[in-house]
């Protein structure tokens, strides 16, 4: 996997670049890949449309998000495996924010990781 410039940019103790291991990367990737996709670019495809962040308010809709995000996950599955054994968990926080939690496997660094994070 690729490396790059780590941002901000900065040096290390050397003097040299400042370098960021791609795969330990891959839990930033998926914050972004799961956050509202609010953009006006036809040909783009980035996060999950509004609708399916702020419409939580019955099971049927719940399915529809659990289903969007698996599908959004299933994008990356040559760099992650989705733990089948805990579905995708949807909890309302009290801010009527949506949190999204799964857990899966880095298929670059073969850890097993865990995303809680609020999606929007």
């Known amino acids: 996997m690729g490396v790059g410039l780590k941002m901000p940019v900065g040096v290390t103790s050397a003097g040299g670049a400042d370098l960021l291991d791609e795969p330990h990367e891959l839990q930033k990737i998926l914050t972004l890949a799961l956050s509202e996709g609010g953009d006006d670019n036809p ?13 939580q308010n019955d099971p049927s809709s719940a399915a529809v998000a659990r289903s969007a995000i698996t599908s959004v996950l299933n994008k990356y599955d040559d760099r992650l495996a989705l733990d089948t054994s805990i579905p995708v968990q949807l909890k309302i926080e009290q801010n009527g924010e949506l ?8 298929k670059d660094t073969n850890e097993v990781n865990d995303f809680n994070e609020v999606l929007g």
């Open 43 to 55: 040909f783009q495809q980035l996060g999950l449309d509004s609708r399916i962040i702020f419409s």
């Open 99 to 106: 949190r999204a939690q799964f857990r899966y496997v880095n």
